[in-house]
C-alpha cells in the first residue's frame, strides 16, 4: 500500500528505519528487530541504501524480505549519486515487479572510495530530478518520500536555498517528507513555518535518532549538519564510561523530544533504529498516551 494513502487515515505516524545488515548474524539480529517492533504497528519500515556512502547491494534483498515474509508496509531508498538513468530504472523495475510501491528518492552520500570520474554523464545530480525520473517513468505508481534538512544541507551554507530545492522536490512530484536527524525541536517548527510560507504543504515526519551510543551519535550528527545542544552534550559526556546511564537519558531526551514534537502537531515520529529495538520500544511506551 502507498504510505502517503496511508498517512491520510492516521492521527500520529510512527515508522522505523533500519540499515542492510552486513553478516548473517546481523541480518538475523535485524529479523528479531523486526518482529520485536512489529506489535507497535508501525505506518511504515524503510531500509536505507548506501547510508553514510556504505554498502547499497543488500537493500533491495532486505525490502524484498521484509515485504514477503511480513505484513509490515516497507519503503526502499534510492540514492542516485554514481547510477546512471538506466541502472536506476532497472532497479526501479525490479521494485515495481515484486510489489514495492514506496521509495525514498534520495541524492545520497558519496559512496565510499568515491572519485568525481564516477559520476556517470547521464546520471541524475540531485534528489529533484531523481524524483522526476521516477514520475516521468511510472507516473503515480510509486508513492515517492524525499528528504528534508530544517538546519540546512551540510554542503550548503543557505537555508533559503535548501528551502527551494526542497520545493524543487515537490514540484517534481514528492508526496512526502522525512527530515534529517535533529536535537533542538526549534530548528523543526522555524522550519516548518519556512516551508509553509513557501507553499510546500505536504506532510514532512520528523527524524528522531534515539542516543544509544553518544560517540557514534556525535560522529553521525556532525555529518549530517545536525547540531548537538552544548547542554545536551555536557549531560551525555558526563556519562562517557557508562553505557547504562547513557541509554537511560539518550531515552528520556527522545521521549522529551517526541511529547513536545506531539504538543506541535507533528504528523509522525520516523526513528533511525540502527537496527535495534529496546530503545525505540521504551521510547514508545513512553509516549504511546499522547499517540491517541
Ligand atoms: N542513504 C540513505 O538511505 C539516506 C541518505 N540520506 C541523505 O541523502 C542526502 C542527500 O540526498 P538529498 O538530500 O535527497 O539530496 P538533494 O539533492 O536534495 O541535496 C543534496 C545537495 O545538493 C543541493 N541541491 C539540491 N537540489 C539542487 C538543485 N536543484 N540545484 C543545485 N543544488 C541542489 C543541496 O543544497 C544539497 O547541498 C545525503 O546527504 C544524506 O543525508 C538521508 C537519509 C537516508
Ligand atoms: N547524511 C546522511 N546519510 C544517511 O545515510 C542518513 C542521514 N544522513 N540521516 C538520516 C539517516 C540516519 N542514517 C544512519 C545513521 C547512522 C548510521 C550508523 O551509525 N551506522 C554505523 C553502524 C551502526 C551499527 O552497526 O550499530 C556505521 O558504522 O555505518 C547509519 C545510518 C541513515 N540516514
Do not use: W
Not at 71 to 83: K, P, S
Not at 179 to 187: I, R, V
Not at 202 to 219: L, S
Amino acid at each position: 500500500m502507498k504510505i502517503i494513502d496511508k498517512l491520510k487515515n492516521t492521527k500520529i505516524s510512527i515508522s522505523f528505519e533500519f540499515f542492510p545488515p552486513k553478516t548473517e548474524e546481523a541480518e538475523k539480529t535485524l529479523f528479531e528487530t523486526i518482529s520485536n517492533l512489529q506489535p507497535l504497528n508501525p505506518t511504515f519500515v524503510s531500509v536505507t541504501y548506501g547510508a553514510g556512502g556504505s554498502t547499497r547491494e543488500k537493500t533491495r534483498d532486505i525490502v524484498k524480505k521484509i515485504h514477503e515474509e511480513t505484513n509490515l508496509t516497507v519503503m526502499a531508498h534510492l540514492t542516485c549519486i554514481g547510477h546512471s538513468k538506466q541502472e536506476i530504472l532497472s532497479i526501479l523495475d525490479d521494485y515495481k515487479k515484486i510489489g514495492i510501491e514506496n521509495i525514498l528518492a534520495l541524492r545520497g552520500d558519496m559512496p565510499l572510495n568515491f572519485e568525481k570520474t564516477d559520476i556517470p554523464s547521464d546520471g541524475c545530480k540531485h534528489a529533484s530530478e531523481l524524483v522526476s525520473l521516477i514520475r516521468e517513468n511510472y507516473k503515480d505508481y510509486f508513492c515517492i518520500a524525499v528528504a528534508s534538512y530544517p538546519e540546512g544541507h551540510p554542503e550548503s551554507s543557505n537555508l533559503e536555498r535548501e528551502i527551494l530545492y526542497f520545493k524543487k522536490k515537490v514540484e517534481a512530484g514528492a508526496d512526502f517528507s522525512i527530515t534529517q536527524m535533529f536535537f533542538d525541536n526549534s530548528y523543526f517548527y522555524e522550519f516548518l513555518e519556512k516551508c509553509e510560507k513557501a507553499g510546500i504543504n505536504i506532510p514532512i515526519i520528523p527524524g528522531i535518532m534515539p542516543i544509544t551510543n553518544f560517540n557514534q551519535i556525535k560522529k553521525f550528527a556532525s555529518l549530517c549538519g545536525a547540531t548537538i545542544p552544548e547542554e545536551v552534550v555536557q549531560k551525555f559526556e558526563k556519562y562517557a564510561d557508562n553505557p547504562e546511564e547513557t541509554k537511560k537519558i539518550g531515552i528520556e531526551f527522545a521521549t522529551l523530544q517526541c511529547i513536545d514534537l506531539i504538543k506541535h502537531g507533528a504528523k509522525g515520529l520516523h526513528f533511525y533504529t540502527l537496527n535495534k529495538s529496546d530503545a525505540t520500544i521504551k521510547i514508545y511506551e513512553n509516549i504511546k498516551d499522547y499517540l491517541a
